[in-house]
């Protein structure tokens, strides 16, 4: 079948950027023609940049750090998705979408946190003129149990066109039972169903023996005393911050190393070659179990 896969791909985040190579490879694994509809969510254009999930202007030192650092950030993403996905040309509105959804038999969204009520309808596949083919999430993921008010009901008629559903965690099955009235099925992230070994690089320039550390929200008050407390108990050796952020980037922590832009590739390398990892990341997490 001719496949198209519909998510996150397009931010700079390791876990989106990597579940969408995942699926890719599990779908062509299948025997399928895959490719990975090259469009952007509005989250990324520019302007977005200046403010958070909630519409609030950010910290400007956030963005300046960003503004620092995001080009090297950026350009070591863009490198990987052009050698490992298998892109559309650029999709900029729905009725690109559309267009480019005419040759194929169907269409996948998900994972991450592609079914957040806050996200634009093209991510529930609705769209003008409406695709025809057959419509699959795999492993989509609401983000969080806390949802915006209002528009349940209009995500559910566009859910329940799907001729199968599925999501990754529990919270999400619940939400999308409560407003299609269909139990969906959980299932496994694609990263859990490949092997990442080829997209897997040493970085450079790290000591032998280090500990990790992958933090995306926002800073607490108790991480340096997690971190020293980590020391004292497991032993002695360096701490290295990895920037997991292009765009704002929150005050470092106090590690001995700083890494302020990463590629996927040496980004999964860290993980692995680590003594111990600190992390608030789903996808952070998996990458010690499928290393």
């Known amino acids: 079948m001719r496949l198209g896969i519909l998510t996150f791909h397009h931010s700079e985040n390791f ?6 190579l995942s699926l890719q490879s599990l779908l062509a694994s299948w025997g399928h023609d895959v490719s990975v509809l090259n469009h952007a969510s509005d989250q990324c254009h520019p302007w977005a940049r200046w403010r958070d999930p909630q519409g609030r202007f950010v910290n400007p030192l956030e963005r300046i750090r960003g503004l620092l650092h995001q080009r090297r950030f950026r350009g070591d993403f ?9 892109l559309t040309p650029p999709l900029s509105d729905p009725h690109g979408l559309a267009e480019a959804a005419r040759s194929l038999d169907g269409i996948i969204t998900g994972s991450d946190q592609v079914w957040h009520f806050s996200r634009e309808p093209r991510y529930f596949l609705h769209w003008d003129p409406p695709f025809s083919g057959r419509k699959i999430s795999y492993a989509a993921s609401c983000g969080t149990d806390s949802q915006p008010e209002g528009n349940g009901r209009e995500i559910g008629s566009w859910i329940r066109s799907f001729h199968a559903v599925s999501v990754r965690d529990d919270f999400s099955a619940k939400l999308i039972s409560k ?4 139990e969906p099925v959980v299932v496994a ?12 690089q040493c970085p450079a320039n790290l000591p032998s023996d280090y500990y990790l550390l992958y933090h995306l929200g926002p800073p607490s008050a ?3 005393l997690w971190m020293h407390q980590i020391q004292r108990q497991q032993g002695h050796a360096p701490w290295v911050w990895l920037n997991g952020h292009a765009d704002r980037i929150p005050r470092p922590p106090p590690a001995e190393f700083r890494r302020w832009h990463a590629a996927p590739e040496t980004w999964l390398g860290a993980i692995q070659n680590c003594r111990a990892l600190l992390t608030d990341s789903f996808f952070d997490t998996l990458s010690c179990f499928v290393g």
């Open 15 to 20: 876990g989106a950027v990597l579940q969408t």
């Open 78 to 86: 863009s490198r990987f998705r052009n050698q490992h996905l298998k």
């Open 179 to 182: 407003i299609t009235g269909r």
């Open 189 to 200: 992230d694609p990263t859990l169903l490949v092997d990442p070994g080829s997209w897997v």
């Open 222 to 224: 108790d991480l340096a």
